[in-house]
C-alpha cells in the first residue's frame, strides 16, 4: 500500500513499531487478537487494527501539500478535513479557513471567494449543488480533492444500481458529511432515500409491504428522501448502500431484512438489488479488531478520537457492550489517577468520571482508536496511563522489543 508523507508529529515510534512487528507476523491479516503491552501494575491491550486509514493519510497528505505549494494564497477547506480535532487545529494554524462546519453551517459565503482561491475538499466528499457552486466562482475544485477513494466507490456502486433503475437506500447518519455527499451524488440518478438505524428500515419495510399508510411517509421520512420521490412506485426496486464508518452488522442486518421484505412483498428476487458491502477495508478492519480485543477479560476500555467521528463511536458502541468504556479525544482527559473526563456520544455530553480505574494490581485496559486518529496521541494516552502506575518500563523499550 502506497506510503503517505504526514507531519512527524503525527506519527509513534511504539505504535508503527508495533504495526510493523505485526504485519510481519500476520501478512494475511487473519489474526485479530490484541497486541500486550505489560508495564507490570497496568496491562494494557492494543487492538490488532486501528488509527489513520489510506483515506486520512491521502487527505492529510493533500492538504499539507497543498499549503506547501499555494504560499500567500487564501486556503480553504470546505469543512472539517477529517472529524480528529488536533488535524484540523493544525491545519488552521496554517492558516487554512473552513468554508462551513460539520453539520454544513455556512463559515464564510461562497459569494467571497475568487478564482485564485484554493479550496480543499475533505475526505468526505461534498455535495453535487456545493461542486457546481464553486465551479461557478471559477474554483478548481479536482485539483485538491482528497475525497477517500472509499467514498466514491459507493457513489459508483449506486450509480451502478441506479441504472437497472433500483432505487438507492443509503444506510447513514443524515447529518453527516459523507451521507450528504453520497445522497447527493445517489439522487442526481436515481430516486433515494436515508436510514439511520433498524427501527428506521422497519417503518420502511411497513410502507414497502403495504402494512403502513403511505399517507404520512412524506412526513416520517421529511428532510431523508431526494426530490420527486414517489414513495407509491419508487420502493418497488431497491438497493443498500451505506455510509462507510457505519457498523457493518447493522449495515447487514439492514440489507438483509429489506431484502426479506421485497421477497415477500413481490414474490421477486430482482427487486432487490445486490449490492454487497460497502464499507471501507479500515472500518472493517477496525471493528473486526475490536471483536477480538474484547475476547480479553479486562477491567475497562478506553477509545481514543474526535467525539464526532462516526468510525470511532462505533468502536466505542461496540466496547460498552461488554465493559466500562471511556471515549477521550487526548491523554489531557485522564486528569488523574482518580478521575477521567469522557465523551458520552449518545447524550453528546463531556463527563468527569471518578473512581475509574479498580484497585487490583494489575489492571487491564483495551484500548483503540478511530480512523481519523494519530498515533501519536494512543502512545501519549499510552504513557499517561503508564506513568499513573509508577511503571518502571519505558515505551522505548518497548519499542525495541517490537522491531
Given at each position: 500500500m502506497k506510503q503517505f508523507t504526514i507531519p512527524f508529529t503525527y506519527r509513534s515510534p511504539l505504535i508503527s513499531a508495533i504495526k510493523e512487528n505485526r504485519k510481519r507476523n500476520d501478512k494475511m491479516k487473519k489474526d485479530f487478537s490484541p497486541t500486550l503491552l505489560d508495564f507490570g501494575p497496568v496491562q494494557i491491550y492494543l487492538a490488532r487494527h486501528f488509527g489513520f486509514c489510506y483515506g486520512v493519510e491521502n487527505a492529510i497528505e493533500i492538504a499539507f501539500k497543498t499549503i506547501?505549494?499555494?504560499?500567500?494564497?487564501?486556503?480553504?477547506?470546505?469543512?472539517?478535513?477529517?472529524?480528529?480535532?488536533?488535524?484540523?487545529?493544525d491545519l488552521q494554524k496554517r492558516g487554512v479557513q473552513f468554508l462551513q462546519d460539520t453539520y454544513g453551517k455556512q463559515l464564510v459565503p461562497f459569494e467571497s471567494l475568487h478564482e485564485n482561491d484554493v479550496v480543499i475538499i475533505p475526505a468526505f466528499g461534498t455535495t453535487i449543488a456545493i461542486e457546481e457552486k464553486l465551479r461557478s466562482l471559477g474554483i478548481a475544485i479536482e485539483k485538491y480533492n482528497t475525497t477517500c477513494p472509499f467514498v466514491e466507490k459507493v457513489w459508483n456502486r449506486s450509480e451502478q444500481i441506479?441504472?437497472?433503475?433500483?432505487?438507492?437506500?443509503?444506510h447513514g447518519k443524515p447529518s453527516h458529511e459523507?451521507?450528504?455527499?453520497?445522497?447527493?451524488?445517489?439522487?442526481?440518478?436515481?430516486?433515494?432515500?436515508?436510514?439511520?438505524?433498524?427501527?428506521?428500515?422497519?417503518?420502511?419495510?411497513?410502507?414497502?409491504?403495504?402494512?403502513?399508510?403511505?399517507?404520512?411517509?412524506y412526513e416520517v421520512f421529511a428532510g431523508r428522501y431526494s426530490d420527486g420521490f414517489n414513495a407509491a412506485t419508487d420502493l418497488q426496486r431497491i438497493g443498500v448502500v451505506n455510509q462507510t464508518t457505519m457498523l457493518a452488522s447493522d449495515t447487514q442486518a439492514i440489507a438483509d431484512y429489506l431484502k426479506m421484505v421485497m421477497l415477500d412483498t413481490f414474490k421477486d428476487e430482482d427487486r432487490f438489488a445486490d449490492t454487497r458491502d460497502t464499507l471501507c477495508y479500515a472500518t472493517t478492519d477496525n471493528q473486526s479488531a475490536v471483536y477480538g480485543l474484547l475476547d480479553v477479560a479486562a477491567d475497562l476500555a478506553i477509545v481514543v478520537g474526535g467525539y464526532n467521528s462516526s468510525n470511532t463511536s462505533h468502536l466505542?458502541?461496540?466496547?460498552?457492550?461488554?465493559?466500562?468504556?471511556?471515549?477521550?479525544?487526548?491523554?489531557?482527559?485522564?486528569?488523574?489517577?482518580?478521575?477521567?473526563?469522557?465523551?458520552?456520544?449518545?447524550?453528546?455530553?463531556?463527563?468527569?468520571?471518578?473512581?475509574?480505574l479498580p484497585q487490583k494490581e494489575p489492571v487491564k485496559i483495551l484500548m483503540t482508536s478511530g480512523a481519523s486518529c494519530p498515533d501519536a496521541m494512543v502512545e501519549d494516552v499510552i504513557n499517561k496511563l503508564a506513568?499513573?502506575?509508577?511503571?518502571?518500563?519505558?515505551?522505548?523499550?518497548?519499542?525495541?522489543?517490537?522491531?
Open positions: 506547501d505549494e499555494n504560499p500567500g494564497k487564501r486556503i480553504y477547506l470546505l469543512s472539517e478535513m477529517i472529524h480528529n480535532p488536533k488535524v484540523n487545529e441506479a441504472l437497472k433503475k433500483y432505487t438507492v437506500v443509503v459523507e451521507t450528504r455527499a453520497t445522497f447527493s451524488h445517489a439522487a442526481i440518478n436515481t430516486p433515494t432515500i436515508i436510514v439511520n438505524n433498524m427501527a428506521e428500515t422497519h417503518i420502511l419495510g411497513d410502507y414497502i409491504s403495504g402494512k403502513r399508510s403511505l399517507d404520512d411517509f466505542v458502541e461496540l466496547c460498552e457492550e461488554k465493559l466500562p468504556t471511556y471515549f477521550i479525544d487526548n491523554a489531557d482527559k485522564i486528569l488523574s489517577a482518580e478521575e477521567i473526563s469522557h465523551f458520552n456520544f449518545h447524550t453528546k455530553t463531556v463527563l468527569q468520571t471518578k473512581g475509574y506513568s499513573l502506575f509508577n511503571s518502571d518500563m519505558h515505551t522505548s523499550e518497548l519499542v525495541r522489543h517490537f522491531a
